[in-house]
């Protein structure tokens, strides 16, 4: 099927992008019809393609659980001068990246059992952010998320293997397994830019703390 990719952040890609109606992106145009998109399972039905197979919810789950643990183990000993310094990644902070990365993990459980994510369309990472002022208190933020999730995980891991229900969110409507593939994607990005981030300062991250390896995740090749 043929189709252009078009990246705001460039002049051309800018221009198309407002004649578009400046939607929030990621966003798919068919037909001159602009739609928010979350996770590429939504481009099946938008595109009138055959729904790909669900990804193994449990997996992605403990996948997650792996990335935010790292996430906290790599935040923990940093300087607060670090934590909040610009970053490659749009200028953002790694106190801003962590509300980016980690704080919708935080909204998971609830969305498993009301239907809902309430997440991803309003930018409110900076407001987030703004409550903690130390590396500690971030820190403790991460390590609550990971252990939130852990009891979820570990409590509902029978019915995440059983029930794939339909989740509601700003962005579109999607099986609860894509919204897990979507998160664990996300977060996964984000981490491999902190490590990079971090290196270029001279800050050489412990082996334990390079997951994504390990993990079945196509990220791009571009990390900012």
Known sequence: MAYESVDRNTPDGLARWQAAGSPPIPAVEVDGVSTLIMHVSQL?????????????????????????????AIVSPLPWEIVVAETPSRNRSIRNLTMNAVYPISLLPVARDTGRFDWGLIDEDEQLAARFETTESLAAFVRSVHDEWAAFVVAREDDLTEQDPWTEAPRGRMRYSELLSHQRWHIAFHHRQLIEFLEQAGMSQPAATRINSSLTIKLPRTVF
């Open 44 to 72: 099946a039905g938008i595109l009138g393609l055959p729904a790909p197979p669900m990804p193994d919810a449990t997996r992605l789950a403990y996948d997650l659980l792996m990335v935010v643990g790292s996430w906290a």
